[in-house]
């Protein structure tokens, strides 16, 4: 598979790599100027940058960025001088090589179930540079760029329909916020069907309404595994407002995606 095509794969599928580019190289130097290399976390690699201790030194840089997330170039010297301002890559062919080092890491997916108030406040309010935005409404006008200027994505299709050709990945966190009772169960037992591996499933209701659902889904589902269901949505902030619910679901949101502990308003499932 060619590295172009490889990239296009890992983004589909939300895995993050980096790719190592020579964008200098003189003197005697396997390296040659365009040659990339790929890099996945797991040390997966496609690619070449000319063999050796240069390319093995790279893919330690490459597997070091994941945590920056940042991009940069670094020169490396292959002519043993210990006069030279790069790093030695202990290889005596003669030159050096400049490498720029890009990571990408996939924006995670949002898909928001409802373009009603709380919808339009909360798509304003995620961080779009690390979260794709989609949102899906049974009714046109709610399912509209116009409301929904910030969203990367507005999808008009009746809920039950959506589903036949819908799968989420298990990275995408999914809210629940339609304006009906009966629209956000049906919506949540088609996820548990499809992806119940998902990392975040919030669902907005009353704590009766909710318990019910909960109630509902065990009956119809085999044994669910219900830990990652936060519903009612939100975390214990205060407030009822469109803007003030839109803060607290996207508050859990980043706590969730972080690993940390915040009051949920969510019933222990």
Do not use: W
């Not at 240069?54 to 001088?81: P, Q, W």
């Not at 019910?212 to 669910?224: A, F, G, H, I, M």
């Amino acid at each position: 598979m060619k590295l172009l095509e490889k990239s296009l794969e890992l983004k589909k599928a939300n895995i993050p790599f980096v790719t190592a580019t020579v964008i200098q190289a003189d003197g005697s130097t396997p390296a040659k100027i365009g040659s990339k290399i790929l890099v996945q976390s797991d040390g997966t690699t496609i690619g070449t940058v000319g063999g050796g201790n240069l390319e093995k030194m790279v893919i330690e840089e490459c597997l070091s960025a994941f945590e920056t997330a940042a991009n940069f170039s670094k020169e490396y010297d292959l002519s043993d001088d210990p006069e030279k301002d790069s790093q030695d890559t202990g290889m005596i062919c003669g030159g050096s090589a400049t490498v720029f080092f890009e990571v990408t890491i996939p924006r995670k997916k949002i898909y928001i179930f409802g373009g009603g108030h709380v919808s339009q406040a909360l798509e304003k309010i995620i961080p779009h540079e690390k979260y794709s935005v989609i949102i899906i409404d049974n009714r046109s006008e709610f399912a509209s760029k116009t409301l929904h200027s910030n969203a990367d994505q507005c999808i008009f299709a009746d809920y039950h329909s959506f589903f036949d050709s819908f799968t989420p990945d298990a990275g995408s966190f999914v809210v629940i916020i339609t304006h009906g009772h009966q629209h956000d169960y049906e919506i949540v037992k088609e996820l548990y069907k499809k992806n119940p591996k998902l990392k975040y499933i919030g669902m907005i209701g009353s704590k009766k309404k909710v318990m019910s659902t909960v109630n509902k889904l065990r009956q119809e589902l085999k044994d669910p595994n219900l830990s990652n269901l936060y519903s009612p949505v939100g975390l214990d902030i205060g407030g009822s407002s469109p803007a003030e619910i839109a803060i607290s679901i996207a508050a859990e949101i980043l706590a969730v995606d972080h690993g940390k502990s915040v009051p949920h308003m969510r019933i222990t499932q």
